[in-house]
């Protein structure tokens, strides 16, 4: 019975608790339920109150933005205004332009129909002056017009005779300015010191008596001595004074050094000449070997071909009017890199041609041909290329010349040689240049005198005026000039002035 009341008293427990349980949950959800209602009832009027904001703001913005486009669209109708009163004033201007036109259009139609009636009146009068001339004159139209050609082709002729003159001289003026500056640059970038002869063919002795030991017994030691040597010793009555001779540079001064040293030794028999012969051979070709050295080394110029080198050691025992050919070569070389510089062409071809230019003369006493032809046919047996053989053989116009370097060589070889202190020149040689010269102006016709000034440095002609105009000047200058460098041979270059004269003589009674 106690199991059965439990059971009871515990399905009565929880039929209350379940009871309980559901109204404290039907409470709980009325309460929730009054939450939410509440919740909603705010939302819906916070909603309401932001879209009564909404739309107080939507209508501020909407009357803003309507007031800024009226705003613009007057502003628009303002400017457009503007325009058009603009366009309107441009257009009556033009309406009144175009009337001032038609009316000058008018009076220039009256003006040409006016100038055409007189044209006919003129055109009517000259027809009458011409037949009146022709009448007096006694002259048709066509002999006057003759004379008048021919009096219009004497005075055309004296004008292109003045222009061509002012051409001719505007034209030298620049050309000698700019000469004038680039060789100016040159120089100045080339310090070179004044040449003089390196190397003698006399030599002073002691005393007399040492002759006849030079001489030696039946001429023994003289005899050997030229044979060995192959120069000539000439042993004459000027006191203490010997003279060596040769056309060979190479053994002029091989010789020079060897009777310097038999004298200063004063041991004179053959095997001592043979000594000393032998050893200033060495001694010379040692020094020809290092002056090519240093000369290549100074003109700046790549490594040369041996054969190249020996030849131009020779140089340095060689002179041209008292100026040292290896000297002169270097100093070209210089003076050509300088003015190729300046004018933009190969510097390396002009350097290497100037330095070679002359290469000929190492050998041309020994071999028939000029020095120039001689040089480029040994710059070309040894590599040269085509270019610096074209600058040795075209320096004294023995050939023409193909490229600027050619000239520039030409002009650094005049320089070289022309620049005071350079070259020296016998009196007998400068006189028989100046007859030369002046003869040369003689021969050509209407050349009354001819005078040389200037050290020959310029030739001035006095012409006879009935035979030679001004146009025959001009052309009488340059046929001078031309027979001069045809002729003649000279250092630097030589201007010819050609000067006409006519004097109108009266007497007053």
């Given at each position: 019975?106690?199991?059965?009341l439990y059971?009871?008293?515990?399905?009565?427990?929880l039929?209350?608790g379940g009871?309980?349980?559901y109204?404290?949950?039907q409470?709980?959800y009325?309460?929730?339920?009054?939450?939410?209602?509440?919740?909603?009832?705010?939302l819906?009027?916070?909603?309401?109150?932001?879209?009564?904001?909404?739309?107080?703001?939507?209508?501020?913005?909407?009357?803003?933005?309507?007031r800024?486009?009226?705003s613009?669209?007057?502003?628009?109708?303002?400017?457009l205004?503007?325009?058009?009163?603009?366009?309107?004033?441009?257009?009556?201007?033009?309406?009144?332009?175009?009337?001032?036109i038609?009316?000058?259009?008018?009076?220039?139609?009256?003006?040409?129909s006016?100038?055409?009636?007189?044209?006919g009146?003129?055109?009517?009068l000259?027809?009458?002056?011409?037949?009146?001339?022709?009448?007096?004159?006694?002259?048709s139209?066509?002999?006057?017009?003759?004379?008048?050609?021919e009096?219009?082709?004497?005075?055309?002729r004296?004008?292109?005779?003045r222009?061509?003159?002012?051409?001719?001289?505007?034209?030298?003026?620049?050309?000698?300015?700019r000469?004038?500056?680039?060789?100016?640059?040159?120089?100045?970038?080339?310090a070179?010191?004044?040449v003089?002869?390196?190397t003698?063919?006399?030599l002073?002795?002691?005393?007399?008596?040492l002759?006849g030991?030079?001489?030696?017994r039946?001429?023994?030691?003289?005899?050997?001595?030229?044979?060995?040597a192959?120069?000539?010793v000439?042993?004459d009555?000027?006191?203490e004074?010997?003279?060596?001779?040769?056309f060979?540079?190479?053994?002029?001064?091989?010789?020079?050094r060897?009777m310097h040293?038999?004298?200063?030794?004063?041991?004179?028999?053959?095997?001592?000449?043979?000594?000393?012969?032998e050893?200033?051979r060495?001694?010379v070709?040692?020094?020809?070997?290092?002056?090519a050295?240093?000369a290549?080394?100074e003109?700046?110029?790549?490594?040369?071909?041996?054969e190249?080198?020996?030849?131009?050691?020779?140089?340095?025992f060689?002179?041209?009017?008292?100026?040292n050919?290896?000297?002169?070569?270097?100093?070209v070389?210089k003076?050509a890199?300088?003015?190729?510089?300046?004018?933009?062409?190969?510097?390396?071809i002009a350097?290497l041609?100037?330095?070679?230019?002359?290469i000929?003369?190492?050998?041309?006493?020994?071999v028939?041909g000029?020095?120039?032809?001689l040089?480029?046919?040994?710059?070309?047996?040894?590599?040269?290329?085509?270019?610096?053989?074209?600058?040795?053989?075209?320096?004294?116009?023995?050939?023409?010349?193909?490229?600027?370097?050619?000239v520039i060589?030409e002009?650094?070889?005049?320089i070289?040689g022309?620049?005071?202190?350079?070259?020296?020149e016998s009196?007998?040689h400068?006189?028989?240049?100046?007859?030369?010269?002046?003869?040369?102006?003689?021969?050509f016709?209407g050349?009354?005198e001819?005078?040389?000034?200037?050290?020959?440095?310029?030739i001035?002609?006095?012409?006879?005026?009935?035979?030679v105009?001004d146009?025959?000047?001009?052309r009488?200058?340059?046929d001078?000039?031309?027979?001069?460098?045809?002729?003649?041979?000279?250092?630097g270059?030589?201007?010819?002035?050609?000067?006409?004269?006519?004097?109108a003589?009266?007497?007053a009674?």
């Amino acid at each position: 019975m106690e199991w059965i009341l439990y059971i009871v008293c515990l399905i009565v427990g929880l039929a209350a608790g379940g009871f309980v349980g559901y109204r404290l949950r039907q409470q709980h959800y009325q309460q929730e339920m009054g939450n939410l209602e509440a919740m909603r009832t705010r939302l819906l009027e916070e909603a309401e109150k932001q879209a009564r904001d909404m739309v107080l703001n939507g209508k501020d913005e909407a009357l803003k933005l309507r007031r800024e486009v009226e705003s613009e669209l007057n502003q628009r109708t303002q400017q457009l205004r503007r325009e058009e009163e603009r366009i309107q004033g441009r257009r009556e201007q033009l309406d009144a332009r175009q009337e001032k036109i038609d009316r000058r259009e008018q009076v220039q139609n009256k003006r040409q129909s006016t100038m055409d009636k007189r044209w006919g009146e003129l055109e009517k009068l000259e027809s009458q002056h011409r037949e009146e001339l022709e009448r007096v004159a006694s002259l048709s139209t066509e002999e006057a017009r003759a004379i008048l050609l021919e009096q219009v082709a004497g005075e055309t002729r004296q004008d292109m005779a003045r222009v061509i003159r002012e051409e001719e001289m505007l034209a030298k003026e620049e050309a000698d300015r700019r000469a004038r500056h680039i060789i100016t640059t040159a120089i100045q970038r080339l310090a070179s010191e004044q040449v003089a002869e390196l190397t003698t063919t006399t030599l002073e002795i002691p005393s007399d008596e040492l002759k006849g030991r030079i001489i030696g017994r039946g001429g023994r030691n003289i005899k050997l001595f030229e044979q060995k040597a192959e120069v000539d010793v000439i042993v004459d009555d000027t006191p203490e004074m010997i003279t060596i001779s040769s056309f060979n540079p190479i053994r002029r001064e091989t010789a020079a050094r060897a009777m310097h040293r038999l004298v200063a030794d004063g041991r004179i028999h053959p095997a001592r000449i043979e000594e000393l012969l032998e050893k200033a051979r060495k001694e010379v070709e040692d020094i020809m070997k290092e002056k090519a050295e240093a000369a290549v080394y100074e003109a700046e110029v790549p490594t040369l071909h041996p054969e190249l080198m020996k030849l131009l050691g020779r140089l340095y025992f060689r002179t041209s009017y008292g100026q040292n050919q290896l000297g002169h070569a270097v100093e070209v070389a210089k003076l050509a890199s300088l003015l190729a510089s300046e004018l933009g062409a190969n510097a390396e071809i002009a350097r290497l041609g100037g330095l070679l230019h002359d290469i000929g003369k190492a050998v041309d006493f020994e071999v028939e041909g000029t020095h120039a032809t001689l040089g480029a046919e040994l710059a070309r047996r040894y590599g040269v290329s085509d270019a610096v053989v074209n600058c040795i053989e075209s320096h004294h116009h023995e050939a023409e010349a193909q490229t600027m370097e050619a000239v520039i060589v030409e002009a650094a070889d005049a320089i070289s040689g022309a620049r005071p202190g350079a070259r020296r020149e016998s009196l007998e040689h400068y006189i028989k240049r100046i007859r030369t010269l002046e003869d040369v102006a003689r021969s050509f016709k209407g050349v009354e005198e001819s005078y040389a000034i200037q050290a020959g440095r310029e030739i001035r002609l006095i012409v006879r005026p009935g035979e030679v105009d001004d146009l025959d000047a001009v052309r009488l200058s340059r046929d001078v000039a031309r027979k001069i460098e045809e002729s003649m041979e000279y250092p630097g270059q030589i201007k010819v002035t050609v000067i006409r004269e006519t004097r109108a003589v009266e007497y007053a009674k």
